[in-house]
């Protein structure tokens, strides 16, 4: 018994390009190249064309419009999504068809536009209790540096709606502003403190996750900024016991007043980093004078209890390896910081993000920063600062694409990396993958030369750090259309084979190890069928997901998982697309803004108690969850299976999740049987 085998295998089985803000008056275009590699022993000849599925028109369009793949060679091909100007946010869907070889193929093809109009760069939400609480009123220290930096901003007065329970504009408003600023002020008032709703509310919270999951960029600041944030007065645990909100900011909270810890140098907070922007940093928060009003010229005298944060040690929604420390006040326990940023940037051996976002989270308030007092750095020189870090967007390229074709032994090649950035910025590392297998080079200059041993054509890449901390990898764009790449795979642990009786089936090499490393029977279930000879262990197909090596990627992402989730709705006929969507989560869900659906309850439990193992560090991470059941594409919804039963499921792109409440927890969650049921075996 054995899966049909497809005639090729593609290194992108589906192409969703996310979320798109358009230029104004501009068609927005975005291409992505495709491999298919043939695992059969005969060339294959496909035809290739494109057609929509969802959403008004726009255009799909393939190059070249057919592909020659000899045996066990690699050809490429390029889809372009064009989206024509006017459009408002919607989704688009498509499909690329290949026919011809073994069988007729097909890629779904996904995008999302967000509103075009960018309304202005920074939206600045003043908490700090001045409208409802009577409390100070600080907004013109943060409103008046974005006029002095000219940045364009729209202010928002979120305790003038205390009492409502939602106070932020809906998620497609927040998405037209590339930064968000939140500010608290002397506000100490957790959300539920008081007998009406307070910013931020549980809605409001949810709404600022969902922006982040899209990509946002968060500064909040604030010295009670942890209160604040929580969505109960009391925390069962003021360390855990947080808003899943704070632990997007990446702290975890250590103390009330970091004043209090150690023999602080009061009031001086210093950069510790050892990147160069932060080097310089040095800031004083001092109150002015006596006798001497207090301003957005001088400071606010206000910073009397700064909390003191560290990075997470238990608290699995605390991402700490994404989190950097950047400031501390001196002569307090090393571990204790008052600022911290969190984000991730891809690298030759995890080239995707694990987060799309990034926050940084100051617990001392921007307007006790004195602006007044020469060697200090000012407000609005520390705002300055903090924005370019956020926008800051770094690219590289290679010469010659990185594409390189030696002739002879021993024949070297001159790399020359061009990197740029939208700040001001300079690159100082540049890390070298030269496609053969070798170790990756690490160089301060963007050139270097590397001596192929073997004749061939080489997919070389490089990885460039610039002074903000941020990186870019070099693109690989097409491939000589038949032409195989070598490639050397890094070797895999000599874990031996499994025989499991159930099926007849083994389970060996890097798919044992990683079908053991990420979750076992629970998770894949047993195999179906032997790993295919023909692709050389390339694809295995399990009770309830396919296994794909890709041994060109450093592990853990050498074996990618199939869409069966996305693929079993299609079998059946269904676009996940016409299911109803939601526009927030319920309170103590997850929201995922890609797809606008939530996930709660049980099933939230079990998607975030499961998940890829990345760092080999404890718990599950939300891109550890991801990885292995991908994005929601439906709420929870009744379905008669196919042995009768009528429950509760929900789909993912690489699951269906199905609730058996008559089990107790753990198995009352299981994975529906999706590789078993998806591919049809055929007898030999």
């Known amino acids: 018994m054995r899966a049909v085998n497809p005639g090729v295998l593609f290194d992108r089985p589906s192409l969703s390009f996310g979320n798109l803000k358009p230029t104004p008056g501009e068609t927005t275009q975005v291409s992505a190249v495709v491999q298919a590699r043939n695992i059969t022993g005969e060339a294959l000849t496909y035809t290739l064309g494109t057609r929509q599925t969802d959403g008004p028109a726009f ?321 609005k020189e520390l705002l300055q600062t903090l924005l370019y870090w956020h926008v800051d967007r770094p690219s590289v390229r290679l010469n010659n694409d990185g594409l390189f074709t030696t002739t002879q032994p021993d024949e070297s090649v001159l790399l020359e990396a061009a990197a740029q950035s939208n700040t001001p910025t300079e690159f100082m590392r540049y890390r070298w993958d030269f496609g053969d297998g070798s170790p990756i080079v690490e160089t301060a200059e963007p050139s270097v030369t590397h001596t192929y041993p073997t004749p061939g054509t080489y997919q070389a890449r490089v990885e460039v750090t610039n002074t903000w901390g941020h990186k870019a990898l070099s693109p690989t764009p097409a491939v000589v259309m038949g032409e195989s790449i070598p490639t050397t795979p890094q070797a895999a642990p000599a874990v031996g084979s499994q025989t499991f009786p159930e099926t007849g089936q083994t389970l060996s090499g890097r798919f044992l190890e990683y079908w053991r490393d990420n979750g076992g029977l629970s998770v894949f279930g047993y195999p179906l069928n032997a790993a295919s000879t023909d692709a050389g262990q390339l694809a295995q197909v399990f009770e309830r997901t396919r296994f794909e090596l890709h041994p060109q990627n450093a592990p853990p992402y050498d074996v990618l998982l199939g869409r069966v989730g996305a693929e079993m709705l299609a079998a059946q006929g269904i676009d996940w697309r016409s299911f109803p969507t939601v526009d927030r989560a319920p309170e103590g869900c997850l929201y995922f803004a890609e797809t606008q659906h939530s996930v709660c309850g049980a099933f939230k439990t079990y998607w975030e108690s499961q998940g890829l193992e990345f760092d080999g560090q404890p718990g599950r991470s939300y891109a550890e969850s991801l990885a292995l059941f991908g994005l929601p594409l439906s709420e929870p919804v009744q379905e008669t299976l196919p042995d009768g039963t009528t429950i509760i499921v929900q789909w993912f792109e690489r699951a269906r999740f199905e609730e058996h409440p008559q089990n107790a927890a753990p198995y009352n969650v299981l994975l529906g049987l999706l590789g078993r049921d998806l591919y049809t075996p055929t007898t030999e």
């Open 59 to 379: 255009t799909v369009s393939v190059n070249p419009a057919t592909i020659t793949v000899g045996p066990q060679e690699v050809a490429t091909f390029q889809v372009t999504v064009s989206i024509p100007p006017g459009q408002g946010p919607v989704d688009y869907g498509a499909v690329v068809e290949l026919t011809g070889g073994v069988q007729n193929l097909h890629i779904p093809v996904w995008v999302r536009t967000l509103p075009a109009a960018q309304s202005t760069k920074v939206l600045l939400l003043d908490n700090d209790g001045s409208t409802s609480l009577g409390l100070p009123d600080y907004s013109g220290y943060y409103a008046n540096a974005l006029l002095e930096l000219g940045i364009s901003t729209t202010y928002r007065d979120l305790d003038a709606l205390a009492g409502e329970p939602q106070t932020l504009p809906a998620l497609g408003e927040l998405q037209q502003h590339e930064i968000i600023i939140w500010f608290s002020g002397d506000n100490n008032i957790p959300s539920g403190a008081l007998p009406v709703p307070t910013p931020l509310t549980p809605t409001d919270q949810n709404l600022l996750i969902a922006y982040l999951q899209s990509g946002g960029n968060l500064i909040a600041s604030g010295q009670n900024l942890a209160d604040v944030s929580d969505i109960e007065a009391f925390p069962v645990d003021p360390r855990y016991g947080r808003s899943d909100l704070y632990g997007y900011l990446g702290a975890q909270w250590a103390a009330d007043n970091v004043y209090e810890t150690g023999t602080p140098e009061q009031p001086v907070v210093a950069g510790v980093s050892d990147l160069p922007w932060t080097s310089g940093l040095l800031l004083n928060l001092a109150a002015p004078p006596e006798g001497v009003v207090r301003s957005d010229l001088n400071g606010a005298g206000n910073q009397q209890s700064v909390d003191a944060v560290q990075l997470g040690d238990a608290d699995p929604r605390l991402p700490d390896r994404y989190t950097v420390p950047f400031m501390r006040v001196p002569g307090t326990p090393e571990q204790l910081f008052v600022a911290m940023n969190t984000f991730d940037e891809p690298t030759l051996e995890k080239p995707i993000k694990g987060l799309p976002f990034r926050t940084t989270l100051l617990t001392f308030g921007l307007e006790g920063v004195r602006s007044d007092i020469e060697g200090f750095t000012t407000r």
